[in-house]
C-alpha cells in the first residue's frame, strides 16, 4: 500500500515562488528516481525534473535556473523550489516514483496539487 501526498500548490503572482512537497508512505525500494510532472490544460503532461536515489537532477530546459528539486531519503519526500514563477508555469503539478527491485519495476503517483501563477 503505497501512498503519495502532494502539498503546496496554490496561487501566486508572476515572479513569486512555491515550494512542492511529496511525501511516500509504504513499501519503496531505496533504488528509485523520483520525479514532478505538469499538465496544463488541453495539453500533454510534460515531465519537468527528476532525481535519483544518489541525488542526480534533470530538469526541462524552460525551468533551468530556476526551478530546483530535492529529496529526504529519511523523510521518503521528494521537493520542488519554484522561483521566479511565470504564468505560463501554471499547471497541475504531479509527483511520480519509479523504484526498482528483485521482483520488477513498481511506478506511484500523487494526486496532483494546482499551481496557478497570475501575471
Known amino acids: 500500500q503505497v501512498q503519495l501526498v502532494e502539498s503546496g500548490g496554490g496561487l501566486v503572482q508572476a515572479g513569486g515562488s512555491l515550494r512542492l512537497s511529496c511525501a511516500a508512505s509504504?513499501?519503496?525500494?531505496?533504488?528509485?528516481?523520483m520525479a514532478w510532472h505538469r499538465q496544463a490544460p488541453g495539453k500533454q503532461r510534460e515531465l519537468v525534473a527528476t532525481?535519483?536515489?544518489?541525488?542526480?537532477?534533470n530538469y526541462v530546459d524552460s525551468v533551468k535556473g530556476r526551478f530546483t528539486i530535492s529529496r529526504d531519503n529519511a523523510k521518503n519526500t521528494v521537493y520542488l523550489q519554484m522561483n521566479s514563477l511565470k504564468p505560463e508555469d501554471t499547471a497541475v503539478y504531479y509527483c511520480?516514483?519509479?523504484?526498482?527491485?528483485?521482483?520488477?519495476?513498481?511506478?506511484?503517483w500523487g494526486q496532483g496539487t494546482q499551481v496557478t501563477v497570475s501575471s
Open positions: 511520480n516514483i519509479v523504484s526498482r527491485n528483485f521482483f520488477g519495476t513498481a511506478e506511484y
Open positions: 509504504g513499501r519503496i525500494s531505496s533504488i528509485n528516481t
Open positions: 532525481i535519483t536515489s544518489l541525488g542526480s537532477t
